[in-house]
């Protein structure tokens, strides 16, 4: 199974700061197949960013995905209010889907 | 407009069973695979279960191979998740959750708003 290790496990930063959000995976995930997850408490996720760096249909352009082979990075450019949330890395390259514990992002 | 609804979910006690259901409505149910992923109160997201998008093919976590069955008619438009031999480490929000396309191992670009599950005495 890969094991992804999200860093850091809390992200404190002030709206219209740069976010920068790490997925580490503990083998190299297979054909770059990383997602990331946005949760506002009480919602479902939503789908951000798959195949490490494509954004997903209505992701504002703040949003980037880049990385490949074990290491994988979610950047929000300008943090907006709407953005203080959890954030969840997948990997759907193995026959086992896997997620990061997570990063909350909260206002400073 | 997608919409995935679950229900089915309840008060269980340990060793008994639960059937979860997801009706999905505003696309071609039969065209893509589908999920079901838990997470339990103030935890992390956890992968359950993926069924192909003709039923053909199933794929469970370790944490519930033989005791979870995933199936789907496509005729109904509605995913299932069969739960049986339940744990208290089963209680969790179940979501129902679409992926971009046909293979089982896809992104979820939607998700359903979950079903809770709770396995206790």
């Known amino acids: 199974e890969v094991v992804l290790t999200q860093s850091p496990g809390t992200l404190s930063l002030s709206p219209g700061e740069r976010a920068t959000l790490s997925c580490r995976a503990s083998q190299s995930v297979s054909n770059n197949y990383l997602a990331w997850y946005q949760q506002i408490p009480g919602q479902a996720p939503r789908l951000l960013i798959y195949g490490a760096s494509s954004r997903a249909t209505g992701i504002p352009d703040r949003f980037s995905g880049s990385g490949s082979g074990t290491d994988f990075t979610l950047t929000i450019s300008r943090l907006e209010p709407e953005d203080f949330a959890v954030y969840y890395c997948?990997?759907?390259?193995?026959?086992?889907?896997?997620f990061g514990q997570g990063t909350r992002l909260e206002i400073k | 407009e997608v919409q995935l609804l679950e229900s089915g979910g309840g008060l269980v006690q340990p060793g008994g069973s639960l059937r979860l259901s997801c009706a999905a409505s505003?696309?071609?149910?039969?065209?893509?695979?589908m999920s079901w992923v838990r997470q339990a109160p103030g935890k992390g997201l956890e992968w359950v279960s993926a069924i192909s998008d003709t039923g053909n093919s199933a794929y469970y976590a370790d944490s519930v191979k033989g005791r979870f069955t995933i199936s789907r008619d496509n005729s109904k438009n509605t995913l299932y998740l069969q739960m049986n031999s339940l744990r208290a480490e089963d209680t969790a929000l179940y979501y129902c959750?679409?992926?971009?396309?046909?293979?089982?191992?896809?992104?979820?670009?939607?998700w359903g708003q979950g079903t809770l599950v709770t396995v206790s005495s």
């Open positions: 997948q990997q759907y390259g193995s026959s086992s889907i896997t």
């Open positions: 505003g696309f071609t149910f039969s065209s893509y695979a």
């Open positions: 959750a679409k992926t971009t396309g046909s293979s089982w191992y896809g992104p979820f670009n939607y």
